[in-house]
């Protein structure tokens, strides 16, 4: 408990705790050093410890990575001459040379001609390729696990119905006093006659202030964050196997040049016959003895932070050594979860700003000699 009195000038344990409760400054201690003594001081019982270490937590988990500032992975954005030419190969094969005459048999043509073809249409519908493949899968057809196909008649018959039923505006509301979901393009669009509406808008050039409203009501680059979220995670790992290289900490990954696999991971740090999620490192000694199993994961939203919590805090028990966790994102800092990991990994909990102190730690050798 010395720990607590030197961080905050206090004599006595308790009005250290008291102190640090009531969020008041403190003097320069490692702040996975002063988790650690709370958890303690949290284990024994001592009044004023749950909240000193819920403050604690929310500082040492103040993550200031926002995954919603920087983007990834831009080359795979489709550009948008392909949805042009995927829209011209359609129209090239309609009677009136327009979308208003499409139909399943055009599509599947087109399709062959074109791989955009479908995906793109699925845009048209607002609808991306994932949401495409599950409204098809709820009627009973599995479509294609790429969209480039190879598709079957069949596959092409059920996609495009479930665009056009979005176009044309037959689907149904499921709720009542709800509007069945459109692309606001045309829901907003007085009189929309479905297809007919969007040869006009294509021909004719969506406005600006629409494409404005479009990013209000759907989110900038959601769909492309939502692909790339796992090379934040990679990339937050290789910022960590920089610091244990600086720190000359030998370990295994699942990233980097000497890249294991999940299964080899898992079996120097888990119990026999168990697998575990987010386990991304296991540092070892020179003579590949396994030291400690670090797990790392990203969250901007209360909703990612819950879920992941969720699985975060039944690792420790599958684990036959120490672990820590490394949380990243805006999320984390807010919730009440977070204080439970924080006891369940021992105080040994970072985030992108103190992978330096954990590399720190791995090297003074804790989990192994």
Not at 198 to 206: P, T
Not at 207 to 226: E, F, I, K, M, S
Not at 234 to 251: N, Q, T
Request: proline residues 4%; aromatic residues 4%; glycine residues 10%.
């Amino acid at each position: 408990m010395e720990l607590l009195r030197r961080a905050t000038g206090r004599g006595k344990v308790a009005d250290a705790l008291e102190w640090i409760a009531e969020r008041r400054r403190l003097s320069a201690v490692p702040i996975n050093q002063l988790l650690q003594a709370l958890v303690a001081a949290s284990d024994a019982g001592l009044p004023q410890s749950g909240a000193a270490l819920r403050e604690a937590s929310r500082a040492a988990l103040g993550s200031t990575l926002d995954t919603s500032a920087d983007l990834l992975a831009i080359d795979s954005i489709t550009v948008p001459d392909r949805y042009e030419r995927a829209l011209a190969e359609l129209t090239s094969r309609t009677r009136s040379g327009s979308l208003k005459d499409i139909s399943a048999e055009i599509v599947g043509a087109a399709q062959d001609a074109n791989a955009d073809v479908v995906e793109t249409l699925g845009l048209v519908a607002g609808l991306s390729w994932r949401d495409l493949r599950d409204r098809s899968a709820a009627r009973g057809t599995t479509l294609p696990g790429e969209s480039t196909g190879p598709w079957n008649s069949n596959q092409v018959v059920t996609a495009f119905d479930v665009v056009d039923e979005v176009v044309s505006g037959r689907r149904r509301p499921q709720i009542e006093g709800a509007v069945a979901a459109q692309p606001v393009e045309l829901l907003l669009t007085p009189g929309s006659t479905g297809w007919e509406t969007v040869q006009s808008l294509w021909a004719g050039r969506v406005p600006y202030a629409t494409l404005l409203t479009q990013r209000a009501v759907g989110g900038a680059w959601g769909a492309h964050r939502n692909r790339t979220n796992n090379q934040i995670s990679s990339l937050m790992v290789e910022r960590l196997l920089e610091a244990l290289d600086a720190a000359k900490v030998p370990y295994w990954s699942t990233e980097g040049q000497r890249a294991v696999g999940a299964k080899f991971l898992a079996g120097k740090a888990v119990k026999a016959g168990r697998s575990v999620g987010h386990l991304q490192v296991v540092t070892r000694t020179k003579v590949d003895v396994p030291r400690m199993a670090i797990f790392v994961s990203v969250a901007r939203d209360g909703g990612t932070t819950r879920r992941s919590a969720a699985t975060l805090l039944k690792l420790p028990a599958e684990l036959v050594l120490p672990g820590a966790a490394v949380l990243v994102g805006t999320g984390w800092s807010a919730r009440g979860e977070s204080d439970d990991l924080v006891r369940a990994f021992e105080g040994r909990i970072y985030t992108e700003r103190t992978l330096d102190d954990l590399a720190a730690l791995c090297a003074r050798g804790v989990g192994g000699t």
